[in-house]
């Protein structure tokens, strides 16, 4: 067990959609980052915050946005969803600084149908 | 950018074999390398890693050297079981992508499957 929390772990919706991912990091860690895992495109970063604040941008796409809440725990928001959206989203977090080391969440592995 | 390619899977083994997946990096900085592993069901974990060119990074008997003359980091484990079946990735962290920030950027992943 990682202590990274990730919630749902299975959701399925229709395209045009809009769903709030959701990400308890493991306690005492203030970064948390956003991945996105497809077939095709492999393990994507999206987006980082540190105790609150936008850090990092990757390759988010405009319909997703994401927020890290003064407990630190984190959302992502993905709307107007399509079928390419349909991934595993990954949870990671890290005490920040100069600590690289990244515990994972298990995924929510949403399914736009 | 940055980029890192690994050996394309799935290799499967017969156990106690000899294991290597080939990974080979591109970067603007001086980058610090990763392998993760994936087992099914779960999210990634660091297996080991590696800071700086000639250093060796090793954990459960793999190892992997950061060679900086060829660009590479090849994992390797001189006897593999059937607990070793995973999707491995190799991942790099380039600390010049942006300060305090130290986004992965992963190969694709390889997955091993171990024969008894």
């Known amino acids: 067990d990682s202590g990274v929390t990730q919630t749902p772990k299975h959701l399925i919706t229709a395209t045009g959609q809009r769903v709030t991912l959701r990400c308890s990091p493991r306690?005492?860690?203030?970064?948390v980052y956003w991945y996105q895992q497809s077939l095709d495109q492999g393990l994507q970063f999206l987006i980082q915050?540190?105790?609150?604040?936008?850090?990092a941008k990757g390759n988010i796409l405009e319909r997703f946005s994401a927020q890290q809440f003064p407990d630190l725990h984190s959302e992502l928001n993905l709307s107007s969803l399509e079928l390419g959206d349909s991934a595993l989203y990954f949870c990671?977090?890290?005490?920040?600084?100069?600590?690289?080391?990244?515990?994972f969440g298990s995924g929510t592995q949403l399914s736009v149908l | 950018g940055d980029s890192v390619t690994q050996m394309e899977g799935p290799v499967t083994l017969s156990e106690e074999a000899f294991l290597t997946i080939n990974c080979t990096y591109t970067?603007?900085?001086?980058?610090?390398l990763f392998w993760y592993v994936q087992y099914p069901g779960e999210g990634l974990q660091l297996l080991l890693k590696?800071?700086?060119?000639?250093d060796k990074g090793s954990n459960k008997g793999f190892e992997a050297t950061y060679r900086k003359e060829t660009t590479s980091f090849h994992l390797e484990k001189g006897s593999v079981q059937v607990s070793d079946s995973a999707v491995y990735f190799c991942?790099?962290?380039?600390?010049?992508?942006?300060?305090?920030?130290?986004?992965?950027?992963f190969g694709k992943g390889t997955k091993l499957s171990v024969i008894p």
């Open positions: 990671a977090s890290s005490r920040g600084g100069a600590d690289e080391k990244l515990f």
């Open positions: 306690s005492g860690d203030l970064s």
């Open positions: 915050y540190y105790n609150g604040e936008e850090r």
């Open positions: 970067a603007t900085g001086y980058p610090s």
């Open positions: 590696a800071t700086k060119a000639d």
């Open positions: 991942a790099l962290s380039d600390p010049y992508s942006g300060a305090g920030s130290y986004q992965l950027t």
